[in-house]
Structure formats: C-alpha cells, structure tokens
C-alpha cells in the first residue's frame, strides 16, 4: 500500500512541477524580454521609405533559446520571423546561449548555478541537453534548421555560395531573412576541442570564447578573474581560424581581445556591444579596444540595451555608433541588437525604422546608413565564410 502510494505523491509532485514549468516557460520569456514601447513604432514617410530600401544585419539575437515557434508571430518578447521581415532585416545571426549562471552581474559573475537545465526542461528539449552545453548548442542549430526547412522564407548561410544565393532571392522576395548560427560562449564544447568540427559541421559559422563568465577557454569581460586565454583556449582559437569561424570578441576579457588579435591575421567581429566613450561598463569597448578591432578589419555590433549605450532610446544606440564611425571609420560599425538576450530593449524587431531615424538625427548620411545597418556586416561575411 505504502509503494502506490509514494509512486502516486512522486508521480503528483512530478505533475506539479511540470505544471509549473510549462506555464512558466513563456512567463519567464515574457518578463525577461520586454520592449520599453510597444508597436506600432511610427517614424516619418521619409524615413520609413528609406528603411524600406534597406537590407538590415543584425548580428546578435537570442531568439532560439525560447519555446516561441520562430515563423509564427507573437505580441511577447523581441523577434519572430514575421516581425524580424517586418523590420526590414534581411540578414540575422541568431546565437545559441548554453550556460547563465544564477547571480550574474557586470560587476563579476561567478560558477553560480546554471540557469538553462531550469527552461530547457520547461520547455521540453530533449533530456541530453539538460546535462550538456554541447547538445544544447546543436538543439538549437536543428531548431533553426527546422524552420528553414518549413519555410522558404529562411535560408541557413553556412558558405559564401548560400549568402550570394540569399541576396539574389531577396530581389525578388523581399521578406526571405538570411540566418546565421553563432554560439556565445565556448563552455558550448563541454572542454572538448572535436566539438568544434561538430558545431562547425552543424552550420555553426560565428563564436565568442567566452560570455558572461570566465570559462575553460578564457576570461569573461563580466567574470571573476578576467584572465587571458587558457592553453585550451589558445587550441580553440587556432581550430577556429583553422576552419574559417569568424571569432566574436564581444563577452571576452581585455586579456582575451589582445590576445586573440595577437594571435589571429583573420577578421574578427565584436557582435554586441556598447562603447566606454558614451556609456562605461566591463561589458564595453575602449577606445584602444576599438582601435584594434578595426585595425584589423573588424566589425563592431552596436545593441539596443539601456546597459550598453546608457539609454532607453534608439538615439543611444545612435550616439555610440557615431562614436565608432568619428574614431575608425563607419565601415566598422553594423547593429548588434541583442533581441531576446534576456535584455529590455526601446522596441521589438519592428520598431527599427526607428533607428533609422535616430541615425538620420546622428547626421549619417544614407549611404552610412546602408552600411551601418547591413553593408559592412555583408562584406564581412562575404570575405569570412568558408567558399
Ligand atoms: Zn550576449
């Protein structure tokens, strides 16, 4: 009697808890992606027809990481494939996100309790990806490849052949959006080097060594110690240049940015950030940092968030991207949204044409602009994606 009974308690907390977790999936989703404004975002017939023309690049997106299904349209959290075309981009680099450790701040996040087993489970990944980084990684590579294969309206660029194709097709539809798998953080490699061939071979195309703490690559820029690259780490970057994956700063240590351009002649991409100049942090590029980036033909994603640029409007993401273009060069500076990074953002993907608008303010020119908001970011895939 006792047996049933324990199966039936168990068997209820179970139930309960699975309750609990799909219920709060999409309500963690919901509090943790919000929009300063909601839409509909109205800018000017000028700007909008100026938006219109353009082909947007973002380079950082978070959106795989959420239950939202990425072709249907949602009123809650940041992008979906329907608001992201909305929004005139035609290019997006989604990352995978593996580990968030509990307690993390700028001021030095730490091994805290890794928060992703929580929301993978709750919304029902596949057991494997709740004890490993690596198969959480390559879950959302197949999420992504999934909506491509139901929808004609995404083409997965994994070569330079797919990027010339996307661009040709996007001619005559205008609403296909070209993605590119990245992985933020190579905790993704579970401390295992072929990892990365398999991550490669999954269509990963972009990685960051490191995110929001010190892992078994390098030094985090918001980690305890900071520190430069492990020997580990020294063979992740050598196996990246290797196999022509476009080695993202952002997230990474002083240490680890000095010395991954020390160690590299290949371009590199700082995806998400905000510059000290309009807005110090940790999480921030110097002015030398800058410096050194484009010195290397870099390109430098500017975000959206109030904790990048130090403001709640689009005209702050303006003001750092005017800095950048006025020190290297506006060749060096592409968007870099952070859309669904568990960030509060001015608007959802719709809302763009905005900063458009904040730009013209900026006193960009149009031609800038083109550039700003995808130009570079094409160029530079153009002349990093394996052939
Ligand atoms: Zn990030």
């Known amino acids: 009697m006792t047996k049933p009974m324990a199966i039936t308690a168990a068997g209820a907390v179970a139930l309960a808890a699975l309750g609990y977790f799909f219920v709060a999936a999409p309500i963690v989703d919901r509090r943790l992606n919000q929009v300063a404004e909601q839409p509909p975002y109205d800018v000017a017939d000028s700007v909008a027809a100026l938006h219109e023309e353009l082909l947007v690049a973002d ?66 990944w596949p057991l494997r990806t709740w004890t490993s980084r690596f198969q ?14 139901q929808s004609d309206r995404i083409g997965l660029l994994r070569t330079q052949r797919d990027l010339e194709t996307h661009l040709m097709r996007r001619v005559d539809q205008p609403d296909r959006l070209g993605a590119l798998l990245a992985v933020e953080g190579l905790h993704a490699l579970d401390g295992d080097l072929a990892n990365l061939d398999r991550l490669v071979d999954a269509g990963y195309r972009m990685m960051s060594p490191t995110h929001l703490h010190d892992n078994a690559v390098g030094g985090s820029s918001t980690g305890l110690r900071k520190g430069g690259l492990t020997d580990f780490g020294r063979r992740v970057v050598e196996r990246m240049t290797e196999r022509r994956v476009l080695i993202d700063l952002a997230h990474a240590s002083d240490a680890v940015i000095e010395e991954v351009l020390a160690m590299t002649d290949r371009l590199v991409v700082v995806s998400h950030t905000g510059v000290d100049a309009t ?19 870099g390109v430098i994603g500017i975000g959206l968030w109030p904790r990048a640029t130090c403001g709640e409007t689009a005209a702050a993401t303006a003001r750092a991207m005017r800095h950048v273009a006025d020190l290297v060069g506006v060749e060096h500076v592409a968007l870099g ?17 905005l900063l458009t608008a904040a730009l013209l303010e900026e006193g960009f020119s149009r031609s800038d602009i083109r550039q700003i908001l995808g130009g570079n970011v094409i160029r530079l895939l153009r002349q990093t994606l394996p052939v």
């Open 59 to 124: 380079l950082h997106n978070d959106l795989l990481l959420w239950g939202r299904d990425p072709l249907e349209r949602h009123d809650y959290g940041h992008t979906d494939l329907p608001r992201l075309v909305a929004g005139g981009v035609g290019l997006q680099v989604f990352a995978a996100v593996t580990d968030v450790p509990s307690g993390r701040s700028y001021a030095g996040t730490g091994d805290g309790v890794d928060q992703i087993p929580f929301l993978v489970a709750a919304q029902r």
């Open 337 to 353: 949204s952070d859309f669904d990074g568990t960030v509060d953002v001015p608007f959802d993907a719709t809302g763009l044409p």
């Open 136 to 149: 959480r990684a390559l879950y959302q590579a197949r999420k992504l490849q999934q909506a491509a294969n």
């Open 279 to 297: 807005c110090p942090s940790p999480r921030n590029l110097s002015d030398a940092q800058i410096r050194a980036v484009a010195a290397q033909g």
